[in-house]
């Protein structure tokens, strides 16, 4: 915080990146400083706060070429990220399960999801529908999801940017996600995966999963959230408000003139 009251302060303008979520706190906090411009990385992120000092959105990019493509899939489907209630993994489960195709968890737990784990997801752990191998590396995921039927994002809350999502389709696999947060601005729906509104809708989508080209998942997201283009959005943002703060402080010396 004191270093926010700093950044207010500053003659020099302060550009800052809100990757994660905006809670009661920060909302406050932010609403109540005018000087740091604040950056999103979705537009869902930015219409949840109306009242920060709000200086544009960039989405997140990543260099795609070292993703493995794959045309065909092993019929499975995959989760990976966090075992949490904000990520909808017994969901996950329950689709799994009742349309009686595998689902393969690369899950980290955290200790503050350990009840959450323990009532939801534990029990259901000795299904035949189910595996979760834990946590694994970069490159035993990427070949998960070159391999996937699918990808499942059975999310609760209004995530601002879902980075596996993009890592998914840059390996060929559809995602399948609920329509929260930053989801329709990073899917294309019936094109790079489908937007579902509950799990009956989830479960009719993955039934309907190959008439997605997975050619189409790799070129949505080259071509959209790939380094250069988020790169060419913060150079943008940065010169436009270097050009705002000029127009500024001219604006000031006029006024003073007249004091």
């Known amino acids: 915080k004191a270093s926010l009251t700093t950044r207010n302060l500053s003659t020099t303008p302060v550009i800052m990146t ?6 009661d706190a920060k909302t406050s906090l932010f609403s109540g400083l005018k000087n740091p411009h604040l950056v999103t990385i979705s537009n869902a992120q930015a219409k949840l706060n109306p009242d920060i000092n709000y200086a544009g959105t960039v989405y997140n990019g990543l260099n795609m070429k070292n993703y493995p493509f794959s045309k065909t899939h092993d019929g499975y489907l995959l989760y990976v990220g966090r075992i949490s209630f904000q990520k909808g993994v017994h969901f996950a489960m329950d ?3 009742t349309l009686k195709i595998p689902l393969i968890m ?3 737990l955290d200790n503050e999801e350990r009840p959450y784990f323990e009532k939801y997801i534990k029990p259901r752990l000795g299904s035949k529908y189910v595996k979760w191998i834990g946590e694994v590396d970069e490159q035993k995921r990427n070949e998960l999801m070159s391999r996937a039927m699918c990808f499942l994002h059975p999310i609760t809350w209004s995530e601002p940017f879902g ?3 993009i890592e998914s389709m840059a390996c060929g696999c559809p995602v399948v996600a ?3 947060g930053s989801i329709p601005e990073i899917i294309l729906d019936a094109k790079t995966g489908y937007i579902s ?3 009956r809708g989830m479960m009719d989508d993955i039934t309907a999963i ?3 080209k997975r050619s189409d998942c790799r070129e949505h997201v080259l071509k959209n959230f790939n380094e250069q283009q988020m790169t060419d959005g913060y150079e943008r943002l940065y010169y436009e408000i270097i050009e705002l703060h000029k127009v500024r402080r001219l604006s000031d010396k006029i006024d003073s003139r007249f004091e």
Do not use: Y
């Open 18 to 23: 809100m990757h994660g979520r905006f809670n």
């Open 95 to 97: 689709i799994a399960e």
């Open 106 to 108: 690369a899950a980290k």
């Open 163 to 165: 980075l596996t999502l």
């Open 178 to 180: 609920f329509e929260n």
């Open 197 to 199: 509104k509950d799990v």
């Open 210 to 212: 190959d008439k997605i």
